[in-house]
């Protein structure tokens, strides 16, 4: 598509927006600079963050100049939930999670070329303000009656706990982003994610104020699913894009386990396939679901945005090891702690634990006798070899690396046996 709107629009990337029109001339036929704000409430980013870090790339391969803001001041302040007051970190833990936040960010974006991106903190021009600046300079230009409207202020002051000065005070600081923004660098854009509708144009009503300028705000919706629930939550918790918080193999595998009812969906919002690739998937899911083409498609995306080819790669051969489909002792030993993780467990004592014990023990098997009955019918497996003794043992050359055994009932009910 040659018009940007009608791409981002068609991929479901636009929720809010300001002048669409005006918007729509300036991105085709100028250089806009924009700016998305993160902050550092957490050691990672997850994946809501991902769409505005989508955006943010989708706005620079078409020639814009992106401004990635981590809010080191903000962060210190906390943008009111509507449920409760957010618990305030100190001041090094922010600014630990700054600079592991950057890191993140910088493998999104381009800070090369025609239009490179840049990296700021709103620490920087904070910082330095003082009291009585900000209450004379930027509070004056805020009325309390628009200040009390925004949703999660007007929910937050009807429940019991109500809400802090200091949580009330965020937008005042996230407005002052965008008008520092334009100031400096020329910003005439600020995207962010629907919740922070408010506060964009909070941001954009002072740069008006202020400067006498017209600027744009435009939001991404939150993601649900066809079912209108809430999208992202694995098992143990928020999808975090840092590997040391989710492991890439438990990040594919969330994407792989994605509904067909979502997944044409979610390749338009979360991945950069072409129109005519997605519609082909779309046809597959509609003719023969059970292959998963798109879910497949999605998973090695995805996965290869935030983690690399080489860790999708790495991914991809562990899943296929696990069902006997390829090598197990290939797979390196963090990939398979982390591939067999929520598995049903069983302890391994060396030359002495049996295929039986780790049947029982793991749950896979209620009972000697059906474990015995599994084994004699050939359905027993220890690292994806067939087990025909019901009292061979575990000895050394069964474990793989990371120090597990893997032994499966079937063709796909798997267990790790862990050594103790």
């Known amino acids: 598509m040659s018009d940007l709107i009608d791409e981002l629009e068609w991929r479901g990337l636009i929720k809010q927006h300001t002048d669409l029109e005006t918007l729509r001339k300036a991105l085709n036929e100028t250089q806009v600079t924009f700016y998305c704000g993160f902050d550092p409430t957490a050691a990672s980013l997850h994946h809501g963050h991902l769409v505005q870090l989508i955006m943010m790339r989708h706005l620079q391969l078409a020639g814009h100049h992106p401004i990635a803001l981590v809010g080191g001041a903000t962060g210190l302040i906390g943008d009111p939930r509507m449920t409760q007051e957010r618990q305030l970190h100190d001041k090094a833990t922010v600014a630990e999670w700054v600079e592991r936040l950057k890191a993140q960010i910088e493998k999104f974006l381009d800070f090369e070329g025609d239009n490179p991106a840049r990296m700021v903190n709103n620490l920087d021009w904070t910082e330095p303000l003082s009291a009585i600046d900000l209450l004379r300079d930027l509070g004056k230009n805020f009325r309390m009656g628009t200040m009390l409207a925004k949703d999660a202020v007007a929910r937050r002051l009807q429940s019991e706990e109500g809400i802090s000065f200091t949580e009330f005070s965020y937008q005042i600081l996230q407005a002052n982003d965008f008008l520092q ?232 009910q798997l267990g790790v046996g862990t050594l103790s």
């Not at 599994?374 to 087990?387: L, R």
């Open 181 to 412: 923004l334009y100031r400096k660098y020329g910003a005439t854009l600020e995207t962010g994610g629907n919740d922070q509708w408010g506060n964009l144009v909070g941001g954009m009503d002072l740069i008006h104020k202020i400067e006498g300028a017209d600027v744009h705000v435009m939001t991404t919706p939150l993601i649900t699913k066809s079912d209108g629930t809430k999208f992202g939550k694995s098992e143990g918790g928020a999808i975090w894009l840092d590997p040391e918080m989710l492991s890439p193999y438990a990040f594919y595998q969330f994407w792989l386990n994605v509904e067909d009812a979502d997944v044409v969906h979610f390749l338009k919002v979360f991945t950069f396939l072409p129109r005519e690739e997605i519609e082909e998937l779309e046809r597959q899911t509609a003719e023969n679901p059970g292959a998963r083409a798109a879910q497949r498609a999605l998973a090695e995306a995805v996965t290869t945005l935030v983690h690399g080819e080489s860790e999708t790669e790495r991914v991809k051969e562990a899943s296929a090891a696990l069902f006997g489909r390829g090598d197990l002792r290939a797979v390196d030993g963090k990939t398979l702690v982390a591939a067999t993780s929520d598995l049903p467990r069983a302890a391994v004592t060396v030359d002495r634990t049996t295929i039986l014990d780790l049947l029982v023990d793991s749950g896979l098997e209620k009972g000697i006798g059906a474990a015995k009955r599994t084994i004699a019918s050939g359905g027993a497996y220890i690292n994806n070899e067939k087990v025909s003794e019901e009292n061979r043992t575990i000895t050394s050359e069964d474990v793989l690396p990371g120090d597990v055994v893997l032994f499966r009932r079937g063709k796909r």
